[in-house]
């Protein structure tokens, strides 16, 4: 029986296969990621992995059904797996936002979900680091965002040699578009058209540009001098006083796709150009007042970080650490007279926090030492008695006899 | 918007709600969960919340699918959420067994999902604790297996005044059978009979039972006589030589409903009686062969132990602990000339491993103040200069001024 295409199985390293996912290098992103949040003061919450259909629709508009795996539920609800966390936590903040001191500093890291048609290799699942900061406007909040950020990426061991930040803003293209005096029904049009600048042919984009009553010349002119308005150079200022700024730089092709950005936005890459976004977002003021139907008013910022790019990223530069099976002692039992009093030790070296296996059942010498060797225990124990205890540190090979109440003293 | 009915949102502590599940428990029941796997020398898995519906129907039969979460997806696949770890775990181990040394001993926590009739309250999803140990035939696997699931529960401070772990054996429940003298196609029809004992009513029981063959009297004499098996009499040795013995009993009434138990079952249950059964398992060696279609044929046996119950018993224990934010520092920032580098020193200090929190902007220092004494912080650490900073003790009031470098040293 085969698991469905798009999903990853997540096996305990060593893989027996090189092209499958460990559920130790998922621990480890998601370790990192959690332990960086917390640093910043981020407390983790979450939601279903189901909600309402409505609540992405409301959101999105309902081209977004076609990406989703949405279904009816036997009380014919019309539901969706989430494709994304910023509309459970518009709706989860909408509903106790008295409850909270502003600015609310929260984190999630969702598994998430998407139907696109089916592509060799393409994942329709992973999970995401999301970050959001609700209830400040000021671009301080943006520079704090940005700093976890980047924190989060250096805690894998990258550099500002392996990835930047590019930082841009729809209030900067705002401008830019009322200055060309087109009618503002078409803003969002021009925002799509700028998303698309890098993907799309020259020819193309003039076109659409010309359309809407701009020159791409005038487009191109304008991201080629990336003058930071005062809104980035306050944010720019503000991650050079943190000692980040080699980390962003002001690059007006970011504009992101989805419809409800409302300010700064940003991406980060690799700086080889190697891989997709690594992370991205940015403001969505108006977020929150939609989803609660007008009842709540915060602004909000927030981002997300995928497992999937970054793990690529991370083997490509070769700082994913092995990962064994972090036992720290194996019990030999050679005397099965002595396994009941070696239960006993083993439960106690449990109980004192060491991580600790033996033989099941009786087993050869040489085949019990073999298995200790291959989990890399710290150090092998054997009772010689119901009193004493051999301890061999498995890296010195030193041997030394204790009492059997004295063995965790020799384990350091 | 709502929230679908039968799911949680899970919110950071302190609660808006007392009624609403927080992400803090969650977040310490699971690692309280990983601690103990590990120290045990099992290791983490995970598959995917989306399985073939074969998958479960191949294992418990097409009437399963009445509670199932289960939907036709867009490429016509008929699949379900995952109603339980057990059919992806012997999938995962079907496919790669050559690779890993037996016995395997894995963990996981999903959260699975189950689509039964709406009742007030009742929960459609949950987490749960799944402990397997597979490739190993011998008693000495279920002591491991039942030590792991008593020590899971002590991490949280339950006792054995607390909970207990039912012991029981389908192999016991074969003998009698057998015994009776009954056709052995109607076994699977006493054991349903044995299950429902304690939830039906002694006349109906008494009929079911005469239609198989026995008598009510006779069974509730096994029951009440409640001699250990020679093989449950092994696994008793086995605990009591770790010094758990008080924590089992034995309990023919446990026969787990399950269609695939063939050995040891059990079930926790908390001493009072006042909750549904904490964690239950059992043997299920023809399972990894039925799921491979013959390929791989492994003894194997597992437990599962629901978030929701547990968390239940905690609070009505009182073991449950207050989660706050967990920030160790607040940088007070009174005078703006001092902002930047007092930005500085934050991301030195969160660099240090300290988890810190500010104003983002500016603020009366009363206000700041306060803010601090809402998260909790150990120290505030206000700039005095760009050279100097003045440290206090949230605890003691002790004030120290101290270098720029040298403030970590002052944050012990």
Request: proline fraction near 5%; charge should be negative.
């Amino acid at each position: 029986m085969e698991r469905l295409p798009g999903f990853r199985d997540f096996y305990p390293e060593p893989l027996p296969h090189n092209d499958v996912w460990s559920a130790d290098a998922r621990q480890y992103i998601f370790e990192n990621w959690r332990t960086t949040a917390r640093r910043y003061g981020f407390r983790e919450y979450d939601g279903p992995p189901l909600e309402p259909l409505d609540l992405f629709t409301t959101k999105s508009g309902s081209e977004i059904v076609a990406q989703l795996y949405n279904f009816s539920d036997k009380g014919n609800r019309e539901i969706s797996l989430r494709p994304e966390m910023t509309p459970t936590l518009a709706r989860m903040v909408a509903a106790h936002e008295r409850s909270y001191k502003k600015p609310i500093k929260w984190f999630a890291i969702p598994q998430l979900f998407r139907y696109e048609r089916q592509q060799k290799g393409r994942l329709r699942e992973h999970f995401q680091f999301n970050a959001d900061l609700i209830g400040e406007t000021d671009p301080a909040a943006d520079a704090e965002l940005i700093a976890l950020l980047i924190d989060a990426l250096r805690s894998f061991g990258l550099t500002e040699e392996d990835f930047v930040i590019r930082l841009s803003s729809r209030n900067a293209w705002h401008d830019f578009f009322q200055q060309g005096g087109s009618d503002s029904s078409h803003e969002y049009d021009f925002f799509q058209a700028i998303d698309k600048l890098e993907r799309s042919a020259p020819e193309e984009n003039e076109k659409k540009l010309t359309a809407l009553g701009f020159s791409l010349a005038a487009v191109n002119a304008f991201i080629e001098k990336g003058a930071p308005t005062v809104e980035l150079q306050g944010i720019i200022d503000n991650l050079a006083a943190r000692g980040l700024k080699d980390f962003v730089k002001v690059d007006y092709r970011v504009i992101r796709g989805l419809a409800y950005y409302t300010g700064v936005v940003f991406e980060a890459f690799d700086r080889k150009g190697e891989f997709r976004a690594i992370a991205g977002g940015g403001r969505y003021d108006n977020l929150v007042k939609l989803i609660s139907g007008g009842k709540v008013d915060l602004p909000a910022l927030g981002f997300g970080m995928g497992d999937v790019v970054l793990v690529e990223l991370l083997k490509a530069r070769n700082l994913l650490p092995k990962f064994d099976t972090h036992m720290d002692v194996y019990v030999l039992i050679e005397d099965e007279h002595l396994r009941r009093p070696s239960l006993k030790l083993i439960h106690d070296l449990r109980a004192g926090g060491f991580a600790v296996d033996y033989p099941l059942t009786p087993a050869k010498a040489d085949k019990q030492f073999k298995r200790a060797q291959e989990l890399k225990v710290g150090h092998t124990v054997q009772l010689e008695s119901e009193a004493y205890v051999r301890i061999r540190n498995s890296a010195s090979r030193d041997e030394v006899v204790a009492g059997v109440g004295d063995v965790k003293n020799h384990l350091g």
